[in-house]
Each structure stands twice: as C-alpha cells, then as structure tokens.
T-cell receptor, first 112, second 114 residues
Framework: GNSVTQMEGPVTLSEEAFLTINCTYT??????LFWYVQYPGEGLQLLLK?????DKGSNKGFEATYRKETTSFHLEKGSVQVSDSAVYFC???????????FGAGTRLFVKA | DGGITQSPKYLFRKEGQNVTLSCEQN?????MYWYRQDPGQGLRLIYY???????QKGDIAEGYSVSREKKESFPLTVTSAQKNPTAFYLC?????????????FGDGTRLSIL
C-alpha cells in the first residue's frame, strides 16, 4: 500500500540555519503531496502542496519539489526562525480518493 | 470565517464512561475524518465519512463509534471498550473530489483518564 517515510526528529537548529527535512513516499499512480505544520496544542495546517511531478510548492520561505524519479518531497528553508519550531508532517493523497496518508512527523526546534 | 470547531478542548473520562467529542465544520465539505495522535507520534485514522449517513472504519476503530446525521457534524464517541483513550484527537474535513486538496483540521481535543 501507499506510505510516507520522513526523517526522524527532533531536528535542532540555530536561528538562520538551513533546514532540510527528508520525505520519501511509496505510491501507485500520481498522488498529490503535502507538507503540514503543527504548532503546540493545535491542529495541522497546510504549509504547501504539489500536485504533479516537478511541481514546486512554496509558502512562508519553505519549499518542496515533487521528485517522481526519486519518490521524494523534501522540505527546505534557507533561514529558519525560532517561530518555525513545530512538528512537520509529510503526506500524500491517493489519486481520486479521499484518504490522506501521513508520515510520522518531524519535530523541529530552533534556538535563538 | 469558515473552519472546523472541535469541543471541548480538554476532556476527562472516568472508568467505564463513554465520552463524546464534537466536530462541526462550516466549510461545506463532504468528507470528514477522526484521527488519534499520541505523544511524539503521527496521526492514526479512526473513522471517516464521505457522505451523510455513511462512514467507514479506519486503522484503529475498535473502542470508538461515530455518526454522520448532518453534513456539518461528525461526533466521535470514545467508549468504555477503549482501554487506552488518553490521546490528542483531531477532526478534519476535505472538499469533494479531494485528491488535490488538503485536509482542513480543527484544533483538537485532548482526552485524559481521571
């Protein structure tokens, strides 16, 4: 079945450091891919998405490119801030379906 | 503003008691979902519903029940059969034809055992 694997956390960075959170997926067909962010005590919010191969999703300085050849959707940000501290979830949506499959989440801590 | 409202934010359950978590959405979304999140872990699907009066079990449905009598509402009951109910519960919804659309989430209910 379809699945999502993302790097284990926690990831601890200093402010203004470069961030990469790796995400790979296994899927049949052409799923849409998402990154969600969860701040403490809250639900998940969509951070960015990509719906087809080579698409780049971007938002708030975060970027991820849909790489079909490597089945990856790595999240990157050039300069993190303390306010980026949260849990990040990579996810895929089954083509034509209503189900979303989430990775286990990666916790990011950013130190001032 | 449209969104998903979960209530209560915190809930305590006594032994042998059933409790119901509320989830209401005003996004006119067709499909709704319940997830369980344990500390440091990802989301596990409990139940989902694509249309009114129909719902399907997810990966961890045992000890839970749901109803979908209205499009806007998808309450989750945690029954006494669920022996380890302490977790963070998240409700989500998605528009019809949603493979390219993200799920929208409420702010969650934290359930604890007294």
């Amino acid at each position: 079945g379809n699945s999502v694997t993302q790097m284990e956390g926690p990831v601890t960075l200093s402010e203004e450091a470069f961030l990469t959170i790796n995400c790979t997926y296994t899927a049949t067909g052409y799923p849409s891919l998402f990154w969600y962010v969860q701040y403490p005590g809250e639900g998940l919010q969509l951070l960015l998405k990509a719906t087809k191969a080579d698409d780049k999703g971007s938002n708030k300085g975060f970027e991820a490119t849909y790489r079909k050849e490597t089945t990856s959707f790595h999240l990157e940000k050039g300069s993190v801030q303390v306010s980026d501290s949260a849990v990040y979830f990579c996810a895929l949506s089954d083509q034509g379906g209503f189900k979303t499959i989430f990775g286990a989440g990666t916790r990011l801590f950013v130190k001032a | 503003d449209g969104g998903i409202t979960q209530s209560p934010k915190y809930l305590f359950r006594k032994e042998g008691q059933n409790v119901t978590l509320s989830c209401e959405q005003n996004l006119n979304h067709d499909a709704m979902y319940w997830y369980r999140q344990d500390p440091g872990q990802g989301l596990r699907l409990i139940y989902y519903s694509q249309i009114v009066n129909d719902f399907q079990k997810g990966d961890i449905a045992e000890g839970y029940s749901v109803s979908r009598e209205k499009k806007e509402s998808f309450p989750l009951t945690v029954t006494s059969a669920q022996k380890n109910p302490t977790a963070f519960y998240l409700c989500a919804s998605i528009v019809a034809g949603g493979s390219n659309q993200p799920q929208h989430f409420g702010d969650g209910t934290r359930l604890s055992i007294l």
